[in-house]
């Protein structure tokens, strides 16, 4: 690889910071290798652009915001300003699913109302990894400082909480609270499913969130030892300048979209990056949709978490997933071809 190109492709992901540029092969599309391209709604994914675009600094990026506004066909806008971008590497290509939580929930600890969702204390911020999830469940580290955001009636749905990163809490006064990622305590994520399979609770092919959750609630006890044995611990934030009708906030602190916003590795995708998806699978999906979010288990260029929306259908939904495709950028079209070698050029 050239110097040329080495120094293009840094420019390229200045705003995400430096990849595996060696491990990565890179390849220029057209649209019409893009399988069901003419067919997608791209005002709609337009509109999702518009929602995050105007947070970009890079100047190509922020005169394409303005260009999407003027533009009266949204496919003609993507077609005319980007290049579709297939960036690989030796990792197999994944899609799955996320979703935003719905808990049950008061403002006071009472009766069913248990279980505190906490923010983040200072000590645990400073701290690389800090205490574990049984640490900070059975001992005094958190009592006594107002950390309480609220109190939740099932672990298991606080836990589900936690590896989501945001949702919503409804409360018992008929008001709700929406909650945002705050931090961790730096201890890595333990699968529940793994954990009952290993134990032998459940099949390999059982192991879904909702098979889980009933399996904890009809064995209360061993089923906080379960929870436990996933040392990683979420703290969150109250999110309260969020509207109702609105999805939760994705990384670039703006509301998502229900099947057009995905989490990807911004080590290979810029946030904000029109992506196009070609999802295999049970139900096949061709769909441009906007690169919003990001989440630890999302590593590579064509690994993938799709938004599916809010509450428990939606939650079915996303945990079925687990397909192969590809996923390929849309980026300006001078970052495009910078990203050639000399010899093609």
Same mark, same amino acid.
């Given at each position: ?37 003419? +067919?997608?709604?791209?005002?709609? /994914? &337009?509109?999702? @652009?518009?929602?995050?675009? =105007?947070?970009?600094?890079?100047? *190509?990026? $922020?005169?394409?915001?303005?260009? +999407?506004?003027?533009?009266?066909? /949204? &496919?003609?806008? @993507?077609?005319?300003?980007? =290049?579709?971008?297939?960036?690989? *590497?030796? $990792? ?85 609270i929406r909650v945002g ?109 906007i690169a919003q979010d ?52």
């Amino acid at each position: 690889m050239t110097q040329t190109f080495r120094a293009a492709l840094a420019a390229i992901f200045m705003m995400v910071g430096s990849a595996a540029l060696s491990e990565t092969s890179m390849k220029i599309l057209s649209f019409e290798d893009l399988d069901g391209w003419q +067919a997608d709604d791209h005002a709609a /994914a &337009r509109d999702v @652009f518009l929602n995050t675009c =105007r947070d970009f600094e890079a100047p *190509d990026w $922020r005169n394409l915001c303005a260009a +999407a506004q003027g533009i009266p066909d /949204a &496919r003609q806008f @993507f077609e005319l300003f980007f =290049r579709p971008v297939l960036i690989e *590497d030796e $990792r197999p290509p994944l899609f799955t699913g996320y979703y935003e939580p719905e808990l049950n929930g008061a403002r006071y600890a009472g009766g069913k109302y248990r279980y505190p969702v906490y923010k983040m204390p200072p000590e645990a911020r400073d701290a690389t990894t800090w205490l574990s999830r049984r640490e900070i469940e059975t001992g005094d580290a958190m009592r006594g400082r107002g950390l309480e955001i609220a109190w939740v009636d099932d672990p298991v749905e606080l836990q589900f909480l936690q590896i989501q990163g945001s949702g919503r809490i409804r409360l018992n006064d008929g008001g709700a609270i929406r909650v945002g990622y705050g931090g961790s305590n730096g201890h890595p994520r333990r699968s529940l499913g793994v954990e009952l399979v290993r134990r032998g609770a459940l099949g390999i092919h059982q192991a879904s969130a909702k098979v889980i959750a009933n399996w904890v609630r009809r064995n209360p006890v061993e089923g906080m030892e379960v929870l436990r044995q996933n040392a990683n611990y979420v703290f969150f934030r109250e999110v309260s300048r969020v509207a109702a009708d609105k999805g939760p906030l994705g990384a670039m602190n703006r509301s998502i979209t229900t099947m057009r916003s995905v989490a990807v590795d911004p080590k290979f995708t810029p946030l904000g990056a029109p992506v196009w998806i070609e999802k295999d699978g049970e139900t096949p999906l061709r769909r441009l949709m906007i690169a919003q979010d990001t989440g630890s288990a999302i590593k590579g260029p064509q690994r993938a978490d799709i938004f599916f929306g809010t509450g428990e259908d939606a939650g079915q939904e996303a945990g079925r997933l687990k397909d192969s495709g590809r996923m390929i950028i849309l980026l300006p079209i001078q970052r495009a071809y910078a990203m050639l070698p000399e010899s093609v050029l």
